[in-house]
């Protein structure tokens, strides 16, 4: 079945660092795929979305690049702020899987010191 | 603001007392869904709606029911609540178009003594 791996966290960097974390995924059709923010007490935002390959989504200074050839959908960001402290869940969905739901990463938490 | 609303936010109760969740979006979303969130175990679907009067069972669907009665409105009832079901819980909606992205609620966090 379809299935998104994450790289495992927690990732602490130093305020303006650069941001990578790495998605990857298997899906029997042509899912679309979705970052996800989960700030510390609230519900899951959107970050950003592509919809087919070598689509990039944006969002806030993130981004991230839909890899057909590679499976891949990672997560970018040039200079981090200690607000952007929170855990970033990858995930996919697509038309023909069963029920519609969000296949999702197990997160990544990230934090950012000062 | 288009928005999921749940209410409540946190809820503490004891074994067996029926509750209800409620859930409503204001996006005009044929799409809405539940899911638990749980250390260890990830985000979960619990039911979904595909339109009004059209529900079905998700990957844990034991416990719990749901009823959409109306496009907005999607609640979730635990008619006999027990402690396994203490748990963050998140509504969501989105298009019908099943890769369009889903729209979260702010959570309830339940717990069950």
């Known amino acids: 079945g379809d299935s998104v791996t994450q790289m495992e966290g927690p990732v602490t960097l130093s305020e303006e660092a650069f941001l990578t974390i790495n998605c990857t995924y298997t899906?029997?059709?042509?899912?679309?795929l979705f970052w996800y923010v989960q700030y510390p007490g609230e519900g899951l935002q959107l970050l950003l979305k592509a919809t087919k390959a070598d689509d990039k989504g944006s969002n806030k200074g993130f981004e991230a690049t839909y890899r057909k050839e590679t499976t891949s959908f990672h997560l970018e960001k040039g200079s981090v702020q200690v607000s952007d402290s929170a855990v970033y869940f990858c995930?996919?969905?697509?038309?023909?899987?069963?029920?519609?739901?969000?296949?999702f990463g197990q997160g990544t938490e990230l934090s950012v010191k000062p | 603001e288009a928005q999921v609303t749940q209410n409540p936010r946190y809820l503490i109760t004891v074994t067996g007392k029926k509750l209800t969740v409620t859930c409503s979006q204001n996006?005009?979303?044929?799409?809405m869904s539940w899911y638990r969130q749980d250390p260890g175990l990830g985000l979960r679907q619990i039911y979904y709606s595909m339109n009004v009067e059209v529900t079905d069972k998700g990957d844990v669907p034991e416990g719990y029911k749901v009823s959409r009665k109306e496009k907005r409105n999607f609640p979730l009832i635990l008619e006999s609540p027990s402690p396994n079901q203490t748990s963050l819980y998140f509504c969501a909606s989105s298009f019908g178009r099943l890769d369009s992205p889903l729209h979260f609620g702010n959570g309830t966090r339940l717990t069950v003594t």
């Open positions: 996006m005009n979303h044929e799409y």
């Open positions: 995930a996919l969905r697509e038309i023909y899987n069963q029920g519609g739901k969000l296949i």
């Open positions: 899906a029997t059709g042509y899912p679309s």
